[in-house]
């Protein structure tokens, strides 16, 4: 795998299948990133499913980047950004859902949740090292 791609550490999805190469793996292609199936706000945004290595590793390396814990319980774990943007994290299921803050302008919830991902790449990337 090139240096930099991160798109071994997720399952399969459409667009993007595990293992692939991706020109800039700094990209939404790269994690699988979709508009939440429920959303019609913009607001949730789905990544492909991950590893369970990495979902149990997420929490403690959104926290360094400076996230809260803001648990739902043991099964669901919700790090929040202090710019108000959370990652709800399913380690059973190896879901990932980056949400957009509610204040942040409809056409800037694509990019913002882009920001996100950029974010979990990164980390993932640091984490394998």
């Known amino acids: 795998m090139k240096a ?4 071994d550490d997720f399952a399969e999805r459409p667009g993007c299948a ?5 020109a800039d793996p700094m990209t939404v292609g790269a994690l699988g990133l979709q508009l939440g ?6 607001l949730v945004w789905e990544c492909a499913r991950v590893q369970p290595a990495v979902t149990l590793a997420l929490p403690d390396a ?18 929040v950004h202090p710019r108000e943007q959370s990652v709800v994290i399913v380690p059973r299921t190896g879901g990932v859902q980056i949400r957009a803050p509610f ?15 950029r974010e979990h790449c990164a980390l993932i990337r640091r984490a394998r090292a």
């Open 18 to 22: 595990a293992g692939a190469e991706h």
């Open 103 to 117: 204040l942040t302008p409809l056409a800037a919830r694509e990019a913002a949740a882009r920001e996100v991902a």
């Open 62 to 79: 959104l926290r360094d980047v400076g996230y809260c814990e803001h648990c739902r319980t043991p099964l669901v774990r919700e790090p």
């Open 4 to 7: 930099g791609a991160c798109s």
């Open 37 to 42: 199936h429920s959303c019609h706000r913009m």
